[in-house]
C-alpha cells in the first residue's frame, strides 16, 4: 500500500504556504522598523506604529513557527545526519525512532500551544505592552505553526512507513 499521493501534494503545498507566510511576518518586522527609524531620523517625536517592538515581536515568533514544518521538509532544521549515516543498513530504523519522536514531541507542543492560547483568550490575557494587545491573537500564529509541524512529523512518519521514504529534502548535507 503506498501512501496518497493527492495528500503527499497538498500537504507540501500547505508547509510551502506556511513558510510563505512566514516570510511575509518578516516583511513586515523590515516594513516596522523602517517606518519607526524614519520617524526618528525625521525628528518626529510621535511612534508610528504604537506598540511597533511589541508587534515586531510577534511578528517574529509568527515567522520563526510558521516557518518549522517548510524547514523540515527543507533539511534546514539541525537533523541527526552523521548518526543516520553511520547506521548503514539500519538507517531506516534510525528514521523511523527519530520521526516517531520527533511525531510525539510536536504534537505535545502543538497540542499545549492550542491550550495556552484557549487560556489566553478564556482569561482576556492582555499584552503589558504600548499595544495592549489581546495575547490569543498573536498566539494564533504560534498555534497554526505548531500543529503544521506536527502534521509534518506524522507525515514524514507515514511516507517512512508506507514508501520507505520520507520527504526531507537536503540541498546542504551530502550523504553518501
Known amino acids: 500500500m503506498s501512501y ?26 523590515l516594513f516596522l522598523i523602517v517606518v519607526q527609524m524614519l ?7 510621535v511612534e508610528i506604529v504604537k506598540g511597533a517592538p511589541d ?5 517574529m515568533a509568527a515567522a520563526s513557527f510558521l516557518s518549522f514544518a517548510y524547514a523540515l521538509n527543507r ?3 539541525i537533523r541527526v545526519s552523521l548518526l543516520l549515516s553511520a547506521l548503514g543498513r539500519f538507517r531506516y530504523y534510525g528514521e523511523l525512532w527519530c520521526f516517531t519522536i520527533g ?36 498566539q494564533l ?11 509534518c512529523f506524522w507525515d514524514n512518519l507515514l511516507r517512512l512507513l508506507f514508501d520507505k521514504q520520507h520527504a526531507i529534502v537536503s540541498e546542504t548535507v551530502q550523504e553518501h
Do not use: E
Open 75 to 77: 533539511g534546514a532544521h
Open 4 to 29: 496518497p499521493p493527492i495528500i503527499k501534494s497538498s500537504l507540501d503545498r500547505l508547509y510551502t504556504a506556511g513558510g510563505v507566510l512566514g516570510a511575509l511576518c518578516l516583511i513586515a518586522i
Open 39 to 45: 520617524a526618528r531620523w525625521f525628528g518626529w517625536n
Open 141 to 151: 500564529a504560534m498555534c497554526a505553526g505548531a500543529i503544521l509541524l506536527a502534521v
Open 103 to 138: 511525531a510525539a514531541a510536536a504534537t505535545y507542543l502543538a497540542w499545549y500551544a492550542v491550550k495556552a492560547t484557549y487560556w489566553s483568550h478564556k482569561l482576556n490575557d492582555i499584552s503589558q505592552g504600548q499595544d495592549a494587545t489581546p495575547l490569543w491573537i498573536p
Open 55 to 59: 508587534y515586531a515581536g510577534y511578528c
